[in-house]
C-alpha cells in the first residue's frame, strides 16, 4: 500500500490561514492524483494530527509544513508521533530549498519588487540557532538569485528584528519583505506592520510548494529503503524528524 502524506502545520487562529492551508493542501492532492493526502495541525487548528494519525490505515508518511527546524520539529512533533504512531515515518522540514526561493522571487515580482529596493527576507524567528541558520541559508538563495544582498530579519525571536532590519536598510532605499511564511496570521500580520514598501504574500497554495512537500514525501521514502534482498523495517520516526540528514537541502 503506498504510504498515505500527513501534512502537518503548525496550526493558526487566522480563518484566512486556515484557508490558505486547506488550498496547499487541494494543491499537493492535484499534483498527485488518487494519493491519500490529509491536513493536520500541530496545535491550535482543527484536527490536530494527534487525532488524524490514528484515524488514517495503513503506511503514512508526516511532512511537517515548517520552513526551518526548531522546537516544534525537534521536539513537539516527535512526541505526538511518539504517541500516536510511532511507526509514521517522519519526512524533514521544507527550507531552505530551490523551490521556495523561486516561489519567494515570484510574489515579490507580484508585490511590486523594484530594482532598486533593498530585499529582507521575513521569517517568524526562533530561539533555535539552527532554525535561524536555515532562515539565513534561504536568504542568501534569495540574494543569489535576485542577484543583490537580501538580509534575513525576525517577527519574534532572531536578530536582527523586522523593525531593525527596515530601519537600517530604509535609510538608503526602498524595502521590500519577501514573507518566509506558508500563510497569514499572525507573523505575516507583523511583517505588513514592520514598514516596508513592499511585502509578498505568504508561500501559501504555490505549485512549488506542493511539489516541494512531494520532494520531501519521495526523500523520506528514499531514506528507507533497505539493500537488495533485504526487507524494509520502519525505524523509529523519532529520528527522522531530530535528524538533519533524513532529507537533502538543495
Same mark, same amino acid.
Given at each position: 500500500?503506498?504510504?498515505? =502524506?500527513?501534512?502537518? #502545520? ?13 488550498? =496547499?493542501?487541494?494543491? /499537493? ?8 493526502? &490529509? ?6 487548528? @482543527?484536527?490536530?494530527?494527534? %487525532? ?9 508518511? /508526516?511532512?511537517?509544513?515548517?520552513? &526551518?527546524? +526548531? ?10 508521533? @511518539?504517541?500516536?504512531?510511532? *511507526?509514521? /515515518?517522519?519526512?524533514?522540514?521544507? +527550507? ?15 508585490? +511590486? ?5 533593498? /530585499?529582507?527576507?521575513? #521569517? &517568524? ?6 532554525? !535561524? ?5 534561504? &536568504? ?12 534575513? #530579519? ?8 523586522? %523593525?531593525?532590519?527596515? *530601519?537600517?536598510?530604509? @535609510? #538608503? ?14 507573523? $505575516?500580520?507583523? !511583517?505588513?506592520?514592520?514598514? @516596508?514598501?513592499?511585502?509578498? %504574500? ?9 511539489? =516541494?512537500?512531494?520532494?520531501?514525501? *519521495? %526523500? ?17 520516526? !523519532?529520528? $527522522? ?10
Amino acid at each position: 500500500m503506498t504510504p498515505a =502524506l500527513i501534512l502537518a #502545520a503548525h496550526g493558526t487562529r487566522s480563518a484566512a490561514g486556515q484557508r490558505t492551508l486547506a488550498a =496547499l493542501a487541494q494543491t /499537493v492532492r492535484r499534483a498527485r492524483p488518487g494519493r491519500r493526502v &490529509a491536513l493536520s495541525h500541530l496545535e491550535i487548528s @482543527a484536527p490536530l494530527l494527534a %487525532e488524524v494519525l490514528p484515524a488514517v490505515p495503513g503506511p503514512v508518511v /508526516v511532512v511537517p509544513l515548517l520552513l &526551518a527546524g +526548531g522546537y516544534h520539529v525537534h521536539i513537539d512533533l516527535p512526541a505526538v508521533i @511518539a504517541r500516536s504512531r510511532a *511507526d509514521a /515515518v517522519v519526512a524533514g522540514w521544507l +527550507g531552505p530549498h530551490r523551490l521556495l526561493t523561486s516561489a519567494l522571487v515570484r510574489k515579490l515580482a507580484r508585490a +511590486g519588487l523594484r530594482a532598486d529596493d533593498a /530585499v529582507v527576507l521575513g #521569517a &517568524a524567528g526562533s530561539s533555535d540557532a539552527a532554525a !535561524l541558520a536555515d532562515v539565513r541559508a534561504a &536568504a542568501h538563495r534569495l540574494a543569489v538569485r535576485l542577484a543583490r544582498p537580501v538580509t534575513a #530579519a525576525f517577527a519574534s525571536s532572531g536578530a536582527p528584528s523586522l %523593525e531593525e532590519a527596515v *530601519d537600517r536598510l530604509g @535609510a #538608503a532605499a526602498g524595502v521590500a519583505i519577501a514573507s518566509y511564511v506558508l500563510a497569514p496570521g499572525f507573523f $505575516h500580520d507583523r !511583517l505588513t506592520a514592520a514598514g @516596508a514598501g513592499a511585502v509578498s %504574500e505568504p508561500l501559501g497554495a504555490d505549485p512549488d510548494v506542493a511539489a =516541494l512537500v512531494w520532494r520531501r514525501y *519521495d %526523500e523520506a521514502l528514499g531514506s528507507r529503503r533497505a539493500p537488495a534482498g533485504h526487507s524494509v523495517t520502519a525505524a523509529p520516526a !523519532l529520528r $527522522h524528524a531530530t535528524r538533519r540528514g533524513a532529507r537533502s537541502v538543495r
